[in-house]
């Protein structure tokens, strides 16, 4: 009975075993290659990326690893390619560094997510943030309330940067806990702070109803003005 896998073919594609010598100079080869070339695209590269940057790396990582083991991929039109997409992007980041409008083209641009302890709906919206994601961030900064926050930006490398206030301008803003923001509701229990829970916005309201005069939405969830902790 012939075996369900054919286990040459498998293992080594029907190759000769002396191919796998072949393999390991085309890899070490091309290690080197890729090693010189991020070198070349400086220290910027290797750490945040920037779209533009990790297209770059794809289409390294992609020009590197087709001739460590297929041998129909030569060599030299590997490395070709390499020179080829180094030159572009010393080109583009020339062209970067001379123009505002092709760097927000290539890289996008910095946008404010919050301003003042409100959300900035627009960019949200723009950049399809999801609020989840966006609170468990915040968290990470030991942050409770949108009130601790006076601006917040999402950076063409994806990170967000925040500023806070200082303890003594802290306000009342929107928890972002999950126990507290979970008691959101249409029907406030009793007066007092309240947020907004789509666009963060806090006012003192009544009892009752309410239309956020904002974004006009009507779900709000009791405002905390805790102190941030380090």
Request: charge should be negative.
């Amino acid at each position: 009975m012939d075996s369900i896998f054919e286990w040459e073919r498998l293992l080594i594609n029907n190759h000769p075993f002396e191919f796998l010598f072949e393999v390991v100079f085309r890899s070490v080869i091309m290690f080197i290659v890729l090693l010189i070339t991020l070198r070349f695209t400086g220290k910027r590269g290797v750490k945040q990326l920037s779209i533009f940057e990790t297209v770059i790396i794809i289409a390294l990582g992609s020009a590197a690893g087709d001739p460590m083991f297929y041998e129909d991929v030569g060599l030299i039109p590997a490395i070709t390619v390499f020179i080829v997409i180094i030159l572009l992007y010393r080109f583009v980041t020339m062209l970067t560094g001379k123009f505002k409008w092709f760097e927000n083209l290539v890289e996008g641009k910095t946008e404010c997510l919050i301003e003042d302890g409100k959300f900035s709906i627009a960019s949200f919206e723009k950049e399809g943030l999801a609020q989840d994601e966006f609170f468990s961030e915040l968290r990470l900064r030991s942050i409770e309330h949108l009130g601790q926050v006076r601006n917040a930006y999402l950076e063409t490398s994806g990170e967000v940067s925040i500023f806070f206030f200082e303890d003594k301008d802290v306000k009342y803003g929107l928890p972002i806990l999950p126990q507290l923001f979970e008691k959101k509701s249409q029907a406030i229990p009793k007066a007092g702070f309240y947020s907004c829970t789509f666009c963060g916005h806090t006012e003192k309201v009544q009892a009752g109803k309410a239309h956020c005069e904002i974004c006009n939405k009507t779900e709000w969830v009791e405002a905390i003005n805790t102190i941030r902790k380090a």
